[in-house]
Structures are given as C-alpha cells and as structure tokens.
C-alpha cells in the first residue's frame, strides 16, 4: 500500500479556495488516487478521484502531478461546511480503503 | 436513496455483555464493510463481505464476529470485549468494491466498554 503525507492541519477563510496538498510518491502505476472527508460527527463521504488527469466534479478538483507522487484536492471556494478531516487514499482496489491521518480542514467566517 | 443506516447510535456494555451492531442499505451494493475509529484517529478497516461473503478479514480479534445475513445487511455481533475496544464503529457499503467504487458510510455507533 502506498504511504501518504498531509499535513496535519490547514486554516482558509469562508469563500477563498483552499488547496489541500498530498505526497503519495510509493504509489503504484494502477493505484487510483481517492480523497474521503470526515466532517465532525458522522462517518466519511466521497469526495472525488482520478488517476493521471485532472478531474472535477460539483464539490471539488483533483489535480495529479505528471509523475503521479503528488496531488492536490482544490475547493474553489470554501464555506464552514467544508470544515472536516481530509484523507487522501491511494489503491488499486477500493475494497481495502486504508485512511492515512489526513488534514484537519479549519474554516473561518 | 444513498443512505447507509446503523442502529443503534449508542451503546454501552459490559465486558461480559453479547450485543449487536447492525447496518442495512438499499442501494443494490454488493460489498459491505465494518471500520474501528478510536478518537481523533483515522477509520481502521475490519472486515469487508463480497457478494455476502467475507473476503477480508484484517487480523481481527476473534470477540468481534461480523454476519451478512443477505446483500442489505449487516451485522457485527459483539461478545466479551475489551475497554479499549471502545470506539466508533462504521459502516460503509459499495457496488462491489471495483477500481472506482465508492464507499457510503453510515454515521456510525459509538460504542463504550465498561
């Protein structure tokens, strides 16, 4: 499994996007690159993934670094609610989810 | 419906107690799985059931015994546990854990150990 490195905490203010950066450099060529979010009190949601390309969808972007060691959540444009813990997750199979430590997401009015 | 539901939300037992942790989902998914999370730490995965076998089994002690009676359900049957097996307890549910599967999780049972 491939190891991963967030930092640990980042702070945006309410309506500014906010880059959530990840370093996955063991992760194997098949391995999709999956991000989930916590928010507090209730369990994981989807957020988006991608494996070579960019991807968008209607809660955030993924940016992929060409050699695939590093990637970037991008919420354009940040409310409270997108307050939660972050975990970027590389695999090959999504039936074995293993979460890092992830980034604790703080936003402010 | 994406909802994946976990009864109950609370639950408090002895070390001695046998209980039951349930989850049930209606999305038509295939594949079913429990997580441990222990405070200001990351989901652990347990178990994961495969068309309503279990496929994967992560060492787990054997007082934790996980059930999937049919493709909607889900059950963690809980017998002799530890204090420190306090935690919440998560489910999570996906078409059939492919490449691009994407896991719905429950809100979880948070459960405590005397």
């Known amino acids: 499994d491939a190891k991963t490195t967030q930092p640990n905490s980042m702070e945006s203010n309410e309506e500014e996007p906010v880059h959530l950066p990840c370093n996955h450099s063991?992760?194997?060529?098949?391995?999709?690159i999956h991000w989930y979010r916590q928010l507090p009190s209730q369990g994981p949601e989807y957020v988006i993934h991608?494996?070579?390309s960019n991807v968008n969808n209607r809660m955030a972007s993924l940016a992929i670094a060409e050699d695939r060691k590093s990637s970037t959540l991008i919420l354009h444009r940040a409310t409270l609610r997108d307050a939660a813990v972050y975990y970027c997750?590389?695999?090959?199979?999504?039936?074995?989810?293993?979460f890092g430590t992830g980034t604790r997401l703080q936003v402010f009015p | 419906d994406t909802e994946v539901t976990q009864t109950p939300k609370h639950l408090v037992m002895g070390m001695t107690n046998k209980k039951s942790l349930k989850c049930e989902q209606h999305?038509?998914?295939?594949?079913m799985y429990w997580y441990k999370q222990k405070a200001k730490k990351p989901p652990e995965l347990m178990f994961v059931?495969?068309?309503?076998?279990?496929?994967i089994n992560e060492s787990v002690p054997s007082r934790f015994s996980p059930e999937c009676p049919n493709s909607s359900l889900l059950n963690l049957h809980l017998h002799a546990l530890q204090p420190e097996d306090s935690a919440l307890y998560l489910c999570?549910?996906?078409?059939?854990?492919?490449?691009?599967?994407?896991?719905?999780f429950g809100p979880g049972t948070r459960l405590t150990v005397l």
């Open positions: 999570a549910s996906s078409q059939d854990g492919g490449r691009t599967d994407t896991q719905y």
């Open positions: 063991t992760i194997s060529g098949t391995d999709y």
């Open positions: 991608g494996l070579t």
């Open positions: 997750i590389p695999g090959s199979n999504t039936d074995k989810l293993i």
């Open positions: 999305m038509g998914h295939r594949a």
């Open positions: 059931y495969s068309y309503e076998k279990l496929s």
